[in-house]
């Protein structure tokens, strides 16, 4: 029952994938800049964030309490809470407008997604192909794929900080943001996270994360191509140089 569960979601995220771009390609998710009202009641930001990203911080720890210890899935768990731990207890406090309104709709989808992406993600780390040989650290699909996860933590994380120090220094409005990777795209923070999961389906070498990855470019691809006109028809004096979201092409 377990594993036709598992390969349902599977099917799910990949199909959902599909479904998500095409959608956000005419219609712009409500929050941040985009903000808007008509979509339902709301609660504080950092409460959803909080929320909306707890499930992919508490699952993959339920998995590893509940199986036998092996190193390589304490390094696949702590290269996956390297992200969501950060996501779910330390961004949501860093925030600089925290009571702004969050839409309760799309809090309760990202808890959803979650949900269902980290038990996909574990279940096939620790039921379907439980990697115990320590020699596949040593593995070129792993060496790659860390390699792939930490520059993209990097980048994310730097950007996101760059977009903090804007956002602290002005809640009022927006600003040109410049350092970093923003010097060739405007959604450096959003490359950043398709690098990570990238790398993470490399180094799991797996189905479930390359599902990730591809939901991945799917949600986050047309909200950066949405991002970029926003600065180009609110900026004239905006780097033209720039692309949305890929160095020198798009």
């Known amino acids: 029952m377990a594993g036709t569960l598992y390969y349902t979601l599977l099917s799910i995220e990949f199909i959902l994938a599909l479904f998500i771009f095409v959608l956000l390609l005419f219609i712009t998710a409500p929050y941040g800049r985009f903000g808007?009202?008509?979509?339902?009641?709301?609660?504080?930001?950092?409460?959803?964030?909080?929320?909306m990203e707890m499930p992919s911080f508490?699952?993959?720890?339920?998995?590893?309490?509940?199986?036998?210890?092996?190193?390589?899935?304490?390094?696949?768990?702590?290269?996956w809470l390297s992200h969501y731990f950060h996501r779910s207890l330390i961004y949501p406090f860093r925030i600089s407008d925290p009571e702004k309104p969050f839409f309760l709709i799309i809090m309760v989808w990202g808890f959803i997604f979650n949900l269902m992406n980290?038990?996909?993600?574990?279940?096939?780390?620790?039921?379907?192909?439980?990697i115990s040989d320590i020699s596949w650290l040593l593995s070129w699909q792993f060496l790659l794929g860390i390699s792939f996860f930490l520059a993209g933590y990097i980048i994310n994380k730097t950007s996101d900080s760059i977009l903090r120090k804007l956002r602290d220094r002005d809640r009022t409005s927006y600003s040109i943001p410049f350092g970093g990777m923003f010097r060739w795209v405007s959604s450096p923070n959003y490359l950043g996270e398709i690098l990570e999961w990238g790398g993470w389906a490399l180094l799991t070498w797996s189905l479930a994360g390359t599902a990730f990855f591809v939901f991945t470019i799917a949600n986050l691809a047309p909200r950066a191509m949405k991002i970029h006109k926003w600065y180009l028809d609110n900026f004239p004096e905006y780097p033209k140089e720039r692309k949305a979201v890929l160095p020198f092409l798009c």
């Open 36 to 51: 808007r009202k008509g979509w339902g009641p709301s609660i504080s930001s950092r409460l959803a964030w909080i929320l």
């Open 58 to 79: 508490l699952l993959p720890v339920l998995f590893f309490a509940i199986h036998p210890f092996t190193v390589p899935s304490f390094i696949f768990l702590l290269i």
């Open 118 to 130: 980290s038990y996909i993600n574990f279940y096939f780390l620790f039921i379907i192909r439980p």
